[in-house]
């Protein structure tokens, strides 16, 4: 007499696989599909279980099912990690580029950042993968732009590449319609390479200051450093003019296939140390160890902390190690491994030191421009692009207050004495 298979085990073979297998496929949530297979799992495991004790399933069967089934988890688990992750990361990026164009849009003040680097490290198209993250054609796909045009061949470059707001403004006469802020980067090379390190240093300074347009670097190069000092120190006169071209913030490019430019780190220690104006003295440095997007990732031929221009600037300066950026304790991922005793490590402060890598389009010789054509966006990329750009908007919007009044109370007293 052939035994009955109980209700309970056919009507859940039947109806609550079925029922889970519709809830999987309707579900977009990974998590909530993984337990739903789990259940599935367990349940075909009890079915199977009573077939084999009431004798109408044969053990080897099973073995041979379970074969199967491996086979499909890993084609699932592949499936997984090729369709469903990058459209995850896809949207989480999506969510951080909506911030980020948030903040430009509620800029408080307008922003320069100047790059500056050895020859090679990537400046401009740096400053284009930035401006890349941001400029968006009508479907919402990405669109490359050179923002920054690329002076190949040129030693000395000091040069202006405005990247917010995308498109130029109108002059309106409305006073209930606030223009928007603008983010400007300057783009500087070939300083270092002077051969006066007291010329160098003043032009840069006066860079960092605002006192020197762009487009003149060539001129101030024929010049001596006295001419410099006695034809631009009068613009202090003006400091709307100093505030409208002062730089905020340094966004330093070093190759990762080169060793440190200790030339450069020391002309900037220089240059910073000239100035009498505090917030050049504690302006916050940002290093990133650049390489080309491609098929092979280029690692950097020293470690990353010997790289880091802020770190070797502050504790060279006369100044002491105090700086715009808050450094933090050794925490590995956010600090890249930098150690400081200014206290507790706060999570929240940006990494001072990083690999970068950007979008470098090709260059067509017979034409003399740049072609996009190799450009194709990449998550991990872009998270890396995107983590630098907001960095770069929190560290130059900080007002640097710490110890003004100490100052203050000093100059009164040498009044007196």
């Known amino acids: 007499m052939i035994e009955e298979v109980p209700q309970q085990f056919t009507q859940s073979a039947l109806d609550v696989p079925c029922a889970a297998s519709s809830e999987l496929q309707n579900s977009s949530d990974i998590g909530s599909g993984l337990i739903l297979q789990h259940k599935l799992s367990e349940q075909k495991d009890t079915y199977d279980a009573h077939q084999i004790d009431s004798g109408y399933l044969d053990p080897s069967d099973i073995e041979e099912t379970e074969e199967e089934e491996d086979e499909l988890s890993e084609i699932e688990n592949e499936h997984i990690q090729r369709v469903f992750v990058p459209r995850e990361t896809e949207h989480k990026l999506k969510r951080r580029r909506n911030l980020l164009v948030t903040k430009l849009h509620h ?32 479907k919402g796909n990405l669109k490359w732009r050179n923002f920054a045009d690329y002076d190949l061949g040129r030693t000395f470059k000091y040069k202006a590449a405005r990247v917010w707001p995308l498109e130029k403004q109108k002059v309106r006469n409305s006073p209930q319609v606030a223009p928007k802020k603008n983010l400007t980067f300057y783009e500087a090379s070939g300083l270092q390479k ?31 450093t006295d001419d410099i000092t006695a034809r631009y120190c009068d613009l202090s006169t003006d400091p709307r003019v100093l505030e409208s071209r002062r730089v905020h913030a340094i966004v330093h490019c070093t190759a990762a296939d080169q060793p440190p430019n200790n030339d450069l780190i020391k002309l900037v220690q220089a240059a910073m140390a000239k100035s009498k104006d505090p917030r050049v003295k504690k302006m916050p440095i ?30 060279n300066s006369v100044s002491g190690p105090s700086s715009g950026m808050r450094r933090n304790s050794s925490t590995g991922r956010l600090t890249g491994g930098h150690k400081s005793s200014f206290g507790a490590a706060n999570l929240c402060e940006p990494r001072v030191c990083r690999e970068v890598t950007y979008y470098a ?57």
Do not use: W
């Open 107 to 138: 800029l408080r003040k307008d922003l320069n950042i100047l790059v500056i680097g050895p020859d090679n490290a990537g400046k401009t198209s740096l400053i284009n993968s930035l401006g890349y993250m941001i400029n968006q054609d009508d």
């Open 194 to 224: 002077c051969g006066d390190v007291e010329k160098s240093s003043t032009i840069l300074q006066y860079f960092l200051e605002g006192r020197i347009t762009p487009g003149l670097l060539t001129l101030f190069l024929l010049m001596t």
């Open 286 to 315: 940002l290093t990133c160890v650049t390489s080309p997007h491609g098929e092979v990732k280029q690692v950097p031929v020293y470690e990353t902390s010997s790289y880091d221009m802020s770190a070797q600037v502050r504790s």
């Open 361 to 417: 389009p090709d260059y067509n010789p017979v034409t003399d421009e740049s072609e996009t054509d190799n450009i194709q966006p990449d998550n991990d990329i872009n998270n890396g692009l995107l983590r630098l750009f907001d960095d770069i908007l929190r560290v130059s919007q900080r007002d640097n207050t710490k110890g003004r009044g100490r100052r203050l109370v000093n100059m009164i007293v040498e009044l007196f004495n």
